[in-house]
C-alpha cells in the first residue's frame, strides 16, 4: 500500500512500483509504502521525502513604453530554466481576454503596429514543453490604450446666418498629454461631399447660398503619419433668406400658428 503525506493514494495490489505518469511540483511531498509479508511476517514500511525542481518559473507578462493608439506597442513573456536545462525548448502563446492572439511558437515577443483602443484588454502568456507535459500560465495584465486624440467637436461662428453671409467652422480636440507635438489634419464635409480636402488648419470658412436651406456639416481628423483618424457627429445648420431681426422675423411654420 502506497501513502503521500499519510494519506492513501494506492491501495494493496502486487506490484511493488508505484509510477507518477506526469512530475509536477504537486508531486513533492513524502511518501511510505506498507508491505505485508504475510499472518506471521507482520507488516513493514518505508518512507522517503521528495522534492520536484522547476523545468521553468512561472512566466511574467510585461508592457514596454506608452500605450497610445497609433503607436507600437511590444509584450514580453518572461520565464528563467535552471541551469541544467538552458536547451530546453519552450513555446509562448499570448491572449487577450482569453482569446489567442499570438498562436503557439519560439517568440517570447508579441508586437502589435498602429494600436487601437479596442486592443485594450486582460494580456496573459502561457509557456509550454515541445512534448505540452509542463506548461504555467501567467498573471493577467490589464493595458488600456490611450486615446491620442479625443473625438473632434464641430462648431460653428456664429450661429445664426443668412444667405450670402460668411461662417466660421472649428474642428476641436484634446490631444494626449504624452503627444502634444502630434501633427494633426482636419477635413471639412457638407451634405456627406468633401468641402475641404486634409489641411494642417482646423478652421473653415463657408458662404452660403441662396436656395440651401438646411446643411448637414461634420469634420475629420487624421495624423499625418500613423493613420489614425476619428470624424465628428453631424451639425445641422439652417439658413434664412434673410437675417431674422425684430422687424423682419423668419417665415411662421404650422408649429408657430398652432396648426
Known amino acids: 500500500m502506497w501513502y503521500k503525506e499519510n494519506r492513501v493514494i494506492r491501495g494493496w495490489t502486487d506490484y511493488a512500483e508505484y509510477l507518477i505518469r506526469k512530475v509536477d511540483s504537486n508531486t513533492a511531498g513524502t511518501y511510505k509504502c506498507e508491505k505485508d509479508v504475510g499472518p506471521y511476517g507482520g507488516k513493514y514500511y518505508d518512507q522517503s521525502s521528495i522534492s520536484v525542481e522547476e523545468l521553468f518559473t512561472t512566466p511574467t507578462i510585461k508592457v514596454w513604453g506608452h500605450q497610445v493608439e497609433g503607436g507600437n506597442m511590444t509584450l514580453t513573456c518572461e520565464t528563467n530554466l535552471p541551469s541544467p536545462r538552458r536547451n530546453t525548448q519552450l513555446q509562448v502563446t499570448f491572449y487577450r481576454e482569453g482569446w489567442i492572439v ?48 479625443s473625438p473632434p467637436v464641430l462648431t460653428v461662428s456664429p450661429e445664426s446666418v443668412s444667405d450670402g453671409d460668411t461662417m ?30 486634409f489641411t494642417s488648419s482646423n478652421k473653415y470658412e463657408v458662404l452660403f ?33 434673410c437675417r431674422p431681426s425684430k422687424n423682419n422675423p423668419p417665415p411662421a411654420t404650422d408649429k408657430d400658428l398652432g396648426l
Open 102 to 149: 499570438q498562436g503557439s511558437g519560439v517568440s517570447d515577443i508579441y508586437e502589435v503596429y498602429n494600436v487601437q483602443l479596442e486592443d485594450s484588454g486582460k494580456y496573459s502568456c502561457e509557456v509550454k514543453t515541445t512534448d505540452g507535459r509542463v506548461r504555467k500560465r501567467s498573471a493577467e495584465r490589464v493595458i488600456q490604450i490611450e486615446e491620442l486624440f
Open 209 to 241: 447660398i441662396q436656395g440651401r436651406n438646411s446643411e448637414n456639416y461634420t469634420c475629420e481628423i487624421r495624423t499625418s503619419t500613423n493613420g489614425v483618424r476619428k470624424e465628428s457627429q453631424g451639425l445641422q445648420i439652417q439658413a434664412y433668406k
Open 168 to 197: 466660421t467652422l472649428s474642428c476641436d480636440t484634446n490631444l494626449s498629454d504624452y503627444r502634444q507635438n502630434t501633427d494633426l489634419q482636419y477635413a471639412f464635409y457638407r451634405d456627406g461631399g468633401n468641402l475641404q480636402g
